[in-house]
Nanobody, 114 residues
Framework: QVQLVESGGGLVQAGGSLRLSCAAS????????MGWYRQAPGKQRELVAA???????NYPDSVKGRFTISRDSRKITTYLQMNSLQPEDTGSYYC????????WGQGTQVTVSS
């Protein structure tokens, strides 16, 4: 099993930045990919960034050029740097790890005020 602990959410004004962190523990050797989804009230959960074990990244057009996913050299902690935040980026952000099954963190709230 994999356990994920997220941190770094908060309240920021439009145009500001935040960095989210996701620390993995447990069977980390089995992780093939990690990433972040977000969910706004009344909307479906959507992928915002993903990184594979060999470093390939994936972003939807809505965040491309503003969000950057990275990980530490031990591949234990994944980071999501979010720049030029807009009110539509508001939501609960969930870290996930793919290790056979999909494991989820508890979520962290990001609120962007206009």
């Amino acid at each position: 099993q994999v356990q994920l602990v997220e941190s770094g959410g908060g309240l920021v004004q439009a145009g500001g930045s935040l960095r989210l962190s996701c620390a993995a523990s447990g069977s980390i050797f089995s992780i093939s990919a990690m990433g972040w989804y977000r969910q706004a009230p009344g909307k479906q959960r959507e992928l915002v960034a993903a990184i594979t074990s060999d470093g390939r990244t994936n972003y939807p057009d809505s965040v491309k050029g503003r969000f950057t996913i990275s990980r530490d050299s031990r591949k234990i902690t994944t980071y999501l740097q979010m720049n030029s935040l807009q009110p539509e980026d508001t939501g609960s952000y969930y870290c996930y790890a793919q290790a056979g099954l999909i494991y989820w963190g508890q979520g962290t709230q990001v609120t962007v005020s206009s």
